[in-house]
């Protein structure tokens, strides 16, 4: 593994669009983002409007490629609290008999949750947690006895393999390190692919954007492992890579025909939703959103910065949902095949910032808040986990 380069400032401009067509999506004025989980300054002041070719209204969001429409876009949601009084849960694991399992960032502590009830099973005592660090995302293998858990330690990020019997957490075994630790774009999205293997969202630490396009590094990348930590057979590079050019990847899901899509911050202008390839190169350092160089993928989907700050991810119902941090609302993404509709935003403002999106065993919707960050947030409030019908 190549050590980290030294920091360097980024200077870019903007880069021409080759997308055929724009879709605007209209809502109302931006929820102001706190401390964590922040940009630069610029980035949190950033402007809506025309950037690198791309047209949007205020709090707008643009899609590549063909006009598409979903079955039910926009239809009301009925939402109900789960659990409540938690502390930044930034990953969940629903459990077949309809329990949850719940990682919080900076308590270091697992907990799980029934009929409402939180009861800690595990506290990862070895988590370093600041900035947007710490214990971040948690999985569950298919059989559910082995749950997964991403966390920053003293030097690294790294992913610990945990036996669950219903109850108790084992103790965590070490199964991959050396991912790439900053103060801020730590990644930590773990999700379970239908080939059986562990992808990884991973991010370049915010001081060193170069990692993102060096395929030796964890960093800025999604990354595809077995359960023992090694890289899974078939990977692009003979080494753990699978997708690289990433800023901080935060969301990973798969759709009903097993494509894999991830949400991803952006630097000043365009956070992301990208449809992940093999091998992939997503532009990052040297591209912000799309570009006309042939070399890098194109995102599907562009926010302004102000509007998304993405994290979880999940699709349901046919459809991708993306929660938003700074945006402060649920975003549904209709799709039809690998073309995406004009996304439609939910509860915008209502309960803060969102973190995390995932379905629930019985084919609910489940969603995180990220608000009691202990940061100077003036919405600091306990979080709570959401259940979604419509």
Request: aromatic letters at 6%.
């Given at each position: 593994m190549?050590?980290?380069?030294?920091?360097r400032?980024?200077?870019?401009?903007?880069?021409?669009?080759?997308?055929?067509?724009?879709?605007?999506?209209?809502?109302?004025?931006?929820?102001?983002?706190?401390?964590?989980?922040?940009?630069?300054?610029?980035?949190?002041?950033?402007?809506?409007?025309?950037t690198?070719?791309?047209s949007?209204?205020?709090?707008?969001?643009?899609?590549?490629?063909?006009?598409?429409?979903?079955?039910?876009?926009?239809?009301?949601l009925?939402i109900?609290?789960?659990?409540?009084?938690l502390?930044?849960?930034?990953?969940?694991?629903?459990?077949?008999?309809?329990?949850?399992?719940?990682s919080?960032?900076?308590?270091?502590?697992?907990?799980?949750?029934?009929?409402?009830k939180?009861?800690?099973?595990r506290?990862?005592?070895?988590?370093?947690?600041?900035?947007?660090?710490?214990?971040?995302?948690?999985?569950?293998?298919k059989?559910?006895?082995?749950?997964?858990?991403?966390?920053?330690?003293?030097?690294?990020?790294?992913i610990?393999?945990?036996?669950?019997?219903?109850?108790?957490?084992?103790?965590?075994?070490?199964?991959?390190?050396?991912?790439?630790?900053?103060?801020?774009?730590?990644?930590?999205?773990?999700?379970?692919g239908?080939?059986?293997?562990l992808?990884?969202?991973?991010?370049?630490?915010g001081?060193?954007?170069?990692?993102?396009?060096?395929?030796?590094?964890?960093?800025?990348?999604?990354?595809?492992?077995?359960?023992?930590?090694?890289?899974?057979?078939?990977?692009?590079?003979?080494?753990?890579?699978?997708?690289y050019?990433?800023?901080?990847?935060e969301?990973?899901a798969?759709d009903?025909?097993?494509r894999?899509?991830?949400?991803?911050?952006?630097?000043?202008?365009?956070?992301?939703?990208?449809?992940?390839?093999?091998?992939?190169?997503?532009?990052?350092?040297?591209?912000?959103?799309?570009?006309?160089?042939?070399?890098?993928?194109?995102p599907?989907?562009?926010?302004?910065?102000?509007?998304?700050?993405?994290?979880?991810?999940?699709?349901?119902?046919?459809?991708?949902?993306?929660?938003?941090?700074?945006?402060?609302?649920?975003?549904e993404?209709?799709?039809?095949g690998?073309?995406?509709?004009?996304?439609?935003a939910?509860f915008?403002?209502?309960?803060?910032?969102?973190?995390?999106?995932?379905?629930?065993?019985?084919g609910?919707?489940l969603?995180?808040?990220?608000?009691?960050?202990?940061?100077?947030?003036?919405?600091?409030?306990?979080?709570?986990i959401?259940?979604?019908?419509?």
């Amino acid at each position: 593994m190549t050590a980290l380069r030294k920091s360097r400032r980024l200077v870019r401009s903007a880069a021409p669009v080759t997308s055929a067509l724009l879709l605007l999506a209209a809502c109302t004025n931006p929820v102001s983002e706190p401390s964590a989980d922040t940009r630069t300054a610029s980035a949190d002041s950033s402007p809506s409007g025309t950037t690198a070719g791309r047209s949007t209204t205020p709090g707008g969001a643009s899609t590549t490629g063909r006009t598409t429409t979903s079955a039910r876009p926009g239809t009301k949601l009925a939402i109900n609290v789960v659990a409540k009084d938690l502390a930044v849960p930034w990953g969940v694991v629903p459990l077949t008999d309809g329990s949850l399992l719940a990682s919080e960032r900076d308590t270091r502590r697992i907990v799980h949750i029934e009929n409402g009830k939180v009861s800690t099973v595990r506290t990862i005592d070895q988590t370093d947690p600041g900035g947007e660090g710490g214990l971040l995302g948690l999985l569950a293998s298919k059989d559910q006895r082995t749950i997964f858990a991403y966390y920053t330690a003293a030097d690294d990020n790294r992913i610990v393999a945990m036996s669950w019997d219903g109850r108790q957490l084992g103790e965590p075994r070490v199964i991959l390190s050396g991912i790439p630790k900053g103060g801020r774009h730590d990644g930590g999205r773990l999700a379970l692919g239908p080939d059986g293997y562990l992808y990884v969202g991973t991010g370049e630490t915010g001081n060193t954007p170069e990692l993102a396009q060096d395929k030796e590094s964890l960093g800025g990348k999604i990354l595809r492992i077995t359960a023992d930590g090694k890289p899974a057979p078939g990977n692009p590079f003979d080494n753990p890579v699978y997708s690289y050019g990433h800023r901080n990847v935060e969301g990973l899901a798969f759709d009903d025909q097993g494509r894999l899509w991830a949400s991803e911050f952006g630097a000043n202008t365009w956070d992301e939703l990208n449809l992940i390839t093999k091998g992939g190169n997503y532009g990052w350092p040297q591209v912000e959103g799309s570009s006309s160089n042939k070399d890098f993928i194109n995102p599907k989907v562009v926010w302004s910065t102000a509007d998304a700050s993405p994290s979880g991810l999940a699709f349901w119902q046919g459809e991708l949902w993306m929660a938003a941090l700074r945006g402060a609302r649920l975003w549904e993404i209709p799709l039809d095949g690998t073309d995406v509709g004009k996304p439609v935003a939910h509860f915008q403002g209502d309960y803060g910032r969102l973190r995390t999106v995932v379905v629930a065993s019985d084919g609910s919707l489940l969603l995180s808040t990220s608000n009691r960050d202990g940061r100077g947030d003036p919405r600091s409030d306990d979080d709570k986990i959401f259940r979604i019908t419509r």
